[in-house]
């Protein structure tokens, strides 16, 4: 009687290592935030490239706003 039960709390404790075990090894999770880390590279660096590519409209853009809001100009739509 104390064999069988000793044996059963053997295959419990080695079945319950195993399912640990393999949830620790499944990469799943991992491959999936590499590929967001890269798509987050990826999207920083085209809005850099934006930021660059647009800089004179960005610049002209704002100083029209600003020249707007100061009333130094007539005539803002």
């Known amino acids: 009687m104390v064999s069988t039960l000793a044996l059963r709390l053997f295959v419990a404790l080695k079945t319950l290592g195993q399912t640990i075990e393999s949830a620790v ?3 799943e999770g991992q491959t999936l935030a590499e590929y967001g880390l890269i798509m987050a590279v990826i999207a920083v660096a085209v809005v850099v490239a934006a930021g660059i590519a647009f800089r ?7 100083n029209s706003a600003s020249n707007c809001l100061n009333g130094t100009t ?3 739509s």
């Open 25 to 27: 090894k499944d990469e």
């Open 56 to 62: 004179d409209a960005i610049t002209g853009a704002f």
């Open 74 to 76: 007539t005539g803002c």
